[in-house]
T-cell receptor, first 113, second 111 residues
Framework: ETGVTQTPRHLVMGMTNKKSLKCEQH?????MYWYKQSAKKPLELMFV???????ENNSVPSRFSPECPNSSHLFLHLHTLQPEDSALYLC????????????FGPGTRLTVT | QKEVEQDPGPLSVPEGAIVSLNCTYS??????FMWYRQYSRKGPELLMY????GNKEDGRFTAQVDKSSKYISLFIRDSQPSDSATYLC???????????FGEGTQLTVNP
């Protein structure tokens, strides 16, 4: 595998379910990000991890819970989501100090029913 | 007011046309400017990365930054159907790691 991978690619879940999104980067980067992409809206930064430490939480509801066990892996744990949370969730990574040079995964298309 | 304004399009041009994509911004702290390209069902990929005012050329692509006007542009020469994608402008200040994106412009190049 190369670059940034994300699983699953598609996810349908009910509002009472618990699921997790997984991201893995094979680039040796030290920073990882979660973004939400909705139609007709700019990419919204959700969380930033630098050297496995969360450095930014962009006022994201607690029903989204990130986890970064090491510099190569990032998870987004989901529980009791709302239909408006349906979106494309993108993971990205960047080298330390290279915040603008981000490498994105293909995303997980999430539908909340 | 949005920090970054980008016309969402859609923009449709014939093959071979010159395409001009633009963004304006309000935050004078932005120092680094990027263009990302996103194909359908894919994540964004970095296309161009520029610092401060001026032009940067890479093949058929030219990125232009005018900090005095808070205006950036991406020009695509001899556009190809394979250029059909959504183009996202993005910018960042010198401190922190938070990229601010535009809404994206959907471009279709017709053969």
């Amino acid at each position: 595998e190369t670059g940034v991978t994300q699983t699953p690619r598609h996810l349908v879940m009910g509002m009472t379910n618990k699921k997790s999104l997984k991201c893995e980067q094979h680039l040796g980067h030290n920073a990882m990000y979660w973004y939400k992409q909705s139609a007709k809206k700019p990419l919204e930064l959700m969380f930033v991890y630098s050297l496995e430490e969360r450095v930014e939480n962009n006022s994201v509801p607690s029903r989204f819970s990130p986890e970064c066990p090491n510099s190569s892996h990032l998870f987004l744990h989901l529980h009791t989501l709302q239909p408006e949370d349906s979106a494309l969730y993108l993971c990205a990574s960047s080298p330390m100090g290279g915040g603008g040079e981000q490498y994105f995964g293909p995303g997980t298309r999430l539908t909340v029913t | 007011q949005k920090e970054v304004e980008q016309d969402p399009g859609p923009l449709s041009v014939p093959e071979g046309a010159i395409v001009s994509l633009n963004c304006t911004y309000s935050n004078s702290a932005f120092q680094y400017f990027m263009w990302y390209r996103q194909y359908s069902r894919k994540g964004p990929e970095l296309l161009m990365y520029t610092y401060s005012s001026g032009n940067k050329e890479d093949g058929r692509f030219t990125a232009q930054v005018d900090k005095s006007s808070k205006y950036i542009s991406l020009f695509i020469r001899d556009s190809q159907p394979s250029d059909s994608a959504t183009y996202l402008c993005a910018m960042i200040g010198t401190s922190g790691s938070r990229l601010t994106f535009g809404e994206g412009t959907q471009l279709t190049v017709n053969p």
